[in-house]
């Protein structure tokens, strides 16, 4: 009777016929959604790699230039932070060009093709970062193959320009800091990601100065988090994890960030990221420079004829000082300005010391620098700002209402052939009837990027109220991505305050807004509860 009890015995399962029996020979689904965005994303680069030439602009310039000084060798210039100088340099070397103020035709090329496909590895971190949130495979492929086609990625892969860089080592830094965060949740060691983060940021930061914002909200978020939990008994475990991981994302960026600041330091004698940060200030107070005081009225003279010239039948130009270096320059060089332009060199004994024995070992040999003058214009722009705070104030609203919402990035029009140009001189485009269709694209994903801005903007006011929440069931989860969120909401209202926010800054953060996107796509219906009792409870 046992035996009659146990189906198995009695009645044994019929052999499979033998075509069933081999072994399955399906992919597996991570790779077949890797092999969809590598496919998706390459296809639309090519088409913008056949509608247009590289694009090399005045800023492009800056960087080659960089490298350049450094092969003479020269203490260069700390305008800017190192990394995309570096970049460029490597791919002067793999083109075989020797360095030059402006790179070769072929190092161009190979950069803005090196930089497409960089653009897909980037895709590829998109969709590790929503399968690090537990999100659906689904929506997770959906959100990677939608960044994958982003026209303005792909568009800005073919700039000589920091941004495509930075998205990148923006991606690698919130991927492995939800990969952390997905560790601490399960109680999984959180080394490892957390450390492969901060080296992230730390690159991140020398390669555009406003990712320290950045990398310093997500710290001070962390921190905020592990004072939650510290002040709740069901959640007290993670505090010391949530604290590791704050110390471990700033021990890992620190080093590299604080080495470049050092060789600032041994060049002109401060300890800085970049020098350029006085000239940009003037952004904020571009519209302002014919309230100088009379001390000043020389700078005045100068910035307000450059304000008046860029901005006219109702055009904004806020980087207007930039084309007013040239006579600035001239006015400082005949002692009419309070600051002259000549060799910077450190003042401390010490550090003047490290620097001589330096020059002495390496050939190394100072050039002059514009710091004093930077300098003097952002202490005048600080001024004017403090003196006429209402006009300050109104021009932070003013680029925060037009620039922050605008997320639409036409390509450069047919008949440009100064900035930017194609590498060989001339038009960057190729085949009109494709730059036609780029245009369509931007028409289409501008409001859609809108859209997705809008919803980052939600988790950044949703924030407050998630910190003092009850539920602890996806307090990492949503710890996450609103930390990401209030980050980059943090470098945009930074940049309309210290200086001016222009839509290409938004490039390295849109990784941001596909996350966002996705995790409400996914929590809908929990987040529409969770509003529905905070309106009945109101």
Not at 40 to 58: C, E, H, I, M
Request: glycine share 6%; hydrophobic share 50%; proline share 6%.
């Amino acid at each position: 009777m046992a035996a009659l009890a146990d189906p198995v015995l009695v009645h044994p399962p019929p052999a499979r016929p033998e075509h069933t029996q081999t072994k399955n020979r399906r992919l597996p689904q991570s790779l077949l959604h890797v092999l969809l965005i590598i496919f998706s994303g390459g296809a639309l680069r090519l088409l913008y790699q056949t509608a247009f030439k590289p694009f090399w602009g005045a800023d492009s310039n800056g960087y080659a230039q960089m490298f350049y000084w450094w092969t003479l060798p020269t203490f260069s210039v700390s305008e800017r932070p190192p990394l995309y100088a570096l970049f460029l340099g490597l791919m002067q070397k793999l083109a075989g060009d020797l360095p030059a103020e402006r790179m070769g035709v072929a190092s161009q090329y190979l950069a803005a093709h090196v930089q497409s496909v960089l653009g897909i590895v980037a895709a590829l971190g998109v969709y590790a970062s929503l399968r690090s949130l537990n999100l659906r495979p689904r929506i997770s492929l959906a959100g990677a193959l939608a960044f994958s086609l982003i026209g303005a990625i792909c568009l800005f892969e073919l700039y000589i320009l920091t941004e495509l860089l930075s998205l990148l080592l923006i991606v690698f830094a919130s991927c492995f800091f939800l990969r952390a965060l997905r560790a601490l949740s399960s109680r999984r060691p959180l080394k490892w990601p957390a450390l492969f983060s901060g080296l992230a940021f730390g690159l991140a930061v020398l390669t555009r100065p406003e990712n320290l914002v950045f990398f310093l909200a997500v710290v001070t978020l962390v921190m905020l988090l592990c004072l939650r939990t510290r002040f709740r008994v069901s959640l007290r475990w993670a505090t010391r994890p949530l604290a590791r991981l704050a110390g471990l994302l700033v021990v890992s960026a620190a080093p590299l960030v604080l080495l470049w600041m050092t060789w600032t330091l041994l060049n002109i004698g401060e300890f800085r990221l970049n020098t350029i940060t006085g000239i940009t200030r003037t952004e904020s107070v571009y519209n302002l420079f014919d309230r100088v005081e009379p001390a000043d009225h020389v700078v005045g003279e100068l910035l307000n004829a450059s304000y008046i010239v860029m901005n006219h039948n109702g055009a904004v130009y806020r980087q207007h000082a930039w084309f007013a270096m040239p006579p600035l320059l001239r006015a400082a060089q005949s002692g009419r300005l309070p600051v002259r332009v000549q060799v910077r060199e450190p003042s401390n004994s010490l550090v003047l010391k490290v620097r001589h024995s330096i020059d002495r070992r390496f050939g190394m040999r100072p050039i002059i620098q514009y710091v004093d003058l930077y300098d003097y214009l952002g202490d005048l722009s600080g001024r004017l700002a403090r003196r006429y705070p209402s006009l300050y104030l109104q021009n932070v609203a003013d680029n925060f209402l037009h620039d922050t919402f605008s997320f639409s990035y036409l390509p450069p029009d047919p008949a440009e052939t100064h900035d930017p140009q194609a590498p060989e001189g001339g038009t960057t485009v190729r085949n009109l009837q494709l730059y036609k269709v780029t245009v369509f694209i931007d028409r289409i994903e501008a409001p859609l990027l809108s859209a997705g801005y809008i919803v980052l903007i939600g988790f950044v006011l949703s924030a407050p109220v998630a910190l003092v929440d009850r539920s602890d069931r996806f307090l990492f989860q949503d710890a996450g991505v609103i930390t990401l969120a209030v980050s980059t909401f943090s470098v945009v209202v930074a940049s309309c305050v210290v200086a001016a926010y222009y839509p290409q800054h938004g490039i390295p953060f849109f990784a941001v807004l596909i996350i966002c996107v996705c995790f409400v796509i996914e929590h809908h219906q929990r987040i529409l509860r969770a509003l529905r009792r905070r309106s009945c409870a109101d």
